[in-house]
């Protein structure tokens, strides 16, 4: 057996519905950032046994979807490995990462 999703037209008049009462994204708001939630969300997600209800909706813009779909997949976002086998730190450009590590050693 497995949790009947709702679709169609139910599922656009919902959707409707939804973002006219809660038309920011959840997530952004958190970070106190204002964005339009464009896409509603399960918090928990159906195949982790979440409902498909109200009480487990939440509206959130593109970018917070995608990030929180990776989170629920399991996907972390990996660093990438530099020579000397430490991660690479983010923000630091291909050719100064070595010069960066060597110049905090030294
Ligand atoms: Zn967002």
């Not at 195949?47 to 979807?65: E, I, R, V």
Request: charged share 25%; proline share 6%.
């Amino acid at each position: 057996m497995s949790v009947q999703r709702i679709r169609g037209a139910t599922l656009q008049r919902r959707r409707k519905l939804w973002f006219t009462l809660h038309p920011l994204c959840v997530a952004c708001q958190q970070k106190g950032v204002t964005s339009m939630a464009t896409e509603l969300d399960h918090v928990v997600p159906l195949f982790k046994g979440g409902a498909d209800d109200q009480s487990n909706l939440q509206g959130l813009c593109p970018t917070c979807h995608e990030q929180k779909t990776a989170d629920d997949l399991g996907y972390v976002k990996r660093h990438a490995i530099g020579l000397d086998g430490w991660p690479i730190p983010e923000g630091v450009p291909e050719g100064r990462r070595g010069y960066e590590r060597s110049k905090k050693k030294g």
